[in-house]
């Protein structure tokens, strides 16, 4: 079983960045996929971005591609999404979550560990 948990959240205005961290605890970190999701005030959890347990597969909604990247330091058992060219659109609590799945997948019901989340709030 895997522990997460969330930061680097914050206010930050539009057009401007921020590195959101997700640091597990517990065994072989390396051996899970890893999603972020977001979810704003009366919307659905969504899909963000994943990446799969080495590293080197990453997979991204339209919507922040060309924007947003996921990444991973096994070593660290830390997993990242540096978020740029903000909008206030992204506002959003962001969650990191985890999956034994060696397929990358979007569906938040594939996911079996999650963090609590952090929030992340653009202004114009």
């Known amino acids: 079983q895997v522990q997460l948990e969330e930061s680097g959240g914050g206010l930050v205005q539009a057009g401007g960045s921020l590195r959101l961290s997700c640091a597990a605890s517990g065994p072989t970190f390396s051996s899970y996929a890893v999603g972020w999701f977001c979810q704003a005030p009366g919307k659905e959890r969504e899909f963000v971005a994943a990446i799969n347990w080495s590293g080197d597969t990453t997979y991204y909604a339209n919507s922040v591609k060309g924007r947003f990247t996921i990444s991973r330091d096994n070593a660290k058992s830390t997993a990242y999404l540096q978020m740029n060219s903000l909008k206030p659109e992204d506002t959003a609590v962001y969650y990191c979550?985890?999956?034994?799945?060696?397929?990358?997948?979007?569906?938040?019901?594939?996911?079996?560990?999650w963090g609590q989340g952090t929030q992340v709030t653009v202004s114009s």
């Open positions: 979550a985890a999956t034994h799945s060696r397929v990358l997948l979007i569906w938040t019901r594939d996911y079996d560990y």
